[in-house]
């Protein structure tokens, strides 16, 4: 039992998981031909499948037509041509007849397939919304937003082609079989089903070799393409090092990969036009021989003779794009596997049944004991207890890594504590919908990520149904209204991908506006101010400053500067509070708050000596 034996066995189920899974998919899609509560819709889907029918048929009398006509025209004498022109009359009729329903099929049953690619699409991305942070932050965007589209697409793929393309093939094969066996003899059935079966086998075979040489060449073109994005976006790195060259010899390197791979793509499929045509070649061939020899027997037509012929053709034409089709499909149930893949990822975070909304009195905040890890090796949270009473600030401070994020995204309830609770006027937020919840709470963090709009529906965000008064009035608190009034555009101006258009001042003043314009009842500072420098930091912290008043407010601070008038301080190390206290009480104990603060007050004392010396 050699090397080869162990592999096929490992390899075996991963085919038929893999196989199962496709499958899967498409007993998923399968319902969407056939929609619940869509009378429309489901008869568009009989409407279509009728017109699919009088296609099928209408193409079935085409060859039985011309061949009326070309039997009519063997008669003599030359009196009775008006018989031919009334054949060659609905020949015409049928080809046209066949063609209208074609076309009438797709026109009716494109918004059937449209709103089963819109209806998944939806439904995936309310999904990836309601899947947990821990799932987001292990994600590439790219590659979900892809996984959507193509899977969508793959879709609407199978949905119209398979459905109306391969399946009326294999209908209109075994119809055109059974009139000839009925017409003439079991022979010429016999060699139309071997040509159309070898012409199959040998596509699909050709087609699975191919499928590594197109592979590779999509492969090494994405490279090409990498390379050239990735040379391009760093244009000025480039220039500084003098690196022209070096790029172009990289980029011209996959170039000369994908053109071997081009090559090889091409000459493949000159193999597999090659032999199809070899194949219905020989196909038409013994179907002329036979009908030849009926004709020359007297028991068939010169008519008949083109029938035989026209038929093999006829079937042939749907077929000739059969290795595409084939390598579309199986493409198209990998991209729909990964997206319905997707979609079975579980929610981690979900309200139980029946869940109320939170009922805001107070706006009071306690967190009980809580114990939190994101892997049961690591704990983050061990007993962290406090109470952030109505209308007062509490500070959380800490080094890198102590868990004072981790209490910011638990509140929100980003991830569900591991013990203990969290409460907001006597509620436990794991009792209570999520979406209420995060009404009550407006956060303002550290990096504010902006649409890439402009800064009236960046603001508009807090509460999209806000009037633009209400809007305009947010942006006066937050102190940003004259600066965007001074621009060209005003509040039309648009802020870039991720507000990179804006300063990290200006994005964080639009962030309170949004924040402002929330109304929430609980305010959450999620190191709002620590990638500012000093003097925009002072600001923004007025700012902020005003727009806590009246909030219940949390703070979760690497400067020590901004929490200095926190109504109470909580000191977190190794995810444990270590101390608690106002600023002046915890310097005066000494302790790990008073070791923090003299390291950031040397630091920025450093910080206001080394820049005049730098400036001079």
Request: charged share 20%; proline share 4%.
């Amino acid at each position: 039992m050699g090397p080869g034996f162990r592999r096929d066995d490992r390899g075996a189920p991963a085919v038929r998981l893999a196989l199962s899974g496709q499958l899967a998919a498409v007993r998923s899609v399968l319902p969407l031909l056939w929609p619940e509560n869509a009378p429309e819709a489901r008869l568009r889907v009989v409407a279509a499948l009728g017109c699919l029918g009088l296609a099928k048929l209408a193409n079935v009398y085409i060859p039985m037509f011309f061949k009326g006509a070309v039997d009519a025209l063997g008669v003599v004498p030359p009196a009775v041509i008006a018989v031919p022109l009334g054949f060659l009359l609905a020949y015409g009729i049928a080809r046209v007849l066949a063609q209208l329903m074609g076309e009438l099929r797709d026109a009716v049953f494109a918004k059937v397939a449209q709103a089963a690619v819109q209806r998944i699409a939806l439904d995936a991305f309310r999904h990836l919304h309601g899947l947990s942070l821990r799932f987001h932050l292990d994600r590439r965007t790219g590659g979900l937003t892809r996984s959507i589209e193509r899977g969508a697409e793959g879709i609407e793929f199978l949905l119209s082609f398979v459905l109306f393309n391969i399946l009326p093939t294999i209908l209109e094969i075994l119809l055109v079989a059974g009139i000839l066996w009925s017409f003439y003899d079991w022979r010429f059935a016999a060699v139309t089903l071997a040509t159309i079966g070898a012409y199959i086998w040998f596509t699909l075979t050709v087609t699975e070799w191919r499928i590594k040489f197109r592979r590779a060449m999509n492969e090494s073109e994405t490279d090409a393409y990498n390379k050239a994005v990735d040379s391009l976006l760093n244009y000025e790195t480039v220039k500084y090092f003098g690196n022209e060259e070096h790029e172009a010899r990289r980029y011209g390197a996959a170039l000369e990969t994908y053109g071997v791979a081009a090559v090889r793509s091409k000459t493949s499929l000159s193999v597999l036009n090659v032999g199809q045509s070899v194949v219905i070649a020989i196909g038409v061939v013994l179907m002329m021989l036979m009908a030849a020899q009926g004709v020359a027997r007297g028991v068939m037509t010169v008519g008949d003779f083109v029938l035989v012929n026209a038929y093999l053709i006829q079937l042939y034409l749907p077929l000739n794009f059969l290795g595409t089709v084939y390598r579309e499909i199986r493409q198209s149930l990998i991209d729909m596997e990964a997206l319905f893949e997707l979609m079975r990822a579980g929610i981690e975070v979900e309200d139980r049944p029946g869940a109320p909304a939170l009922a805001l009195t107070q706006g009071e905040v306690e967190f009980d004991a809580v114990d939190f890890q994101y892997d049961p090796r690591r704990p983050i949270l061990e007993g962290v207890g406090f109470r952030v009473g109505p209308g007062r600030a509490v500070a959380i401070v800490g080094p890198s890594g102590s868990g004072k994020t981790t209490i910011g995204r638990l509140l929100f309830r980003f991830y569900d504590v591991t013990g203990g609770a969290i409460r907001i006027d006597g509620q436990d937020i794991s009792e209570v919908r999520q979406d209420s919840l995060r009404a009550a709470i407006g956060v303002v963090p550290q990096d504010t990520v902006l649409f890439n709009d402009t800064i009236y529906y960046n603001i508009a965000y807090g509460r999209p149904d806000a009037s633009r008064a209400e809007i305009e009035e947010a942006a006066r608190i937050a102190r940003i209204h004259d600066f965007v009034r001074s621009l060209p555009d005003g509040y039309d101006t648009m802020v870039g991908e991720r507000g990179l258009k804006l300063s990290g001042g200006e994005k964080q003043r639009v962030a309170i506006a949004r924040t402002l314009l929330k109304k929430p009842a609980i305010l959450l500072f999620d190191e709002a101010t620590s990638a500012l420098d000093t003097r925009t930091e002072k600001e923004i912290q007025a700012s902020l400053t005003e727009l806590a008043k009246g909030h219940t407010t949390l703070i979760i601070a690497h400067r020590l500067s901004t929490v200095i008038h926190a109504d109470e301080i909580l000191v977190l190390e190794a995810g444990r509070v270590v101390e608690r206290g106002r600023h002046a009480d915890l310097l005066a104990a000494g302790g790990v708050y008073a070791s923090m603060w003299r390291r950031q007050q040397e630091a920025a004392r450093a910080e206001s000596v080394a820049l005049p010396a730098a400036d001079g």
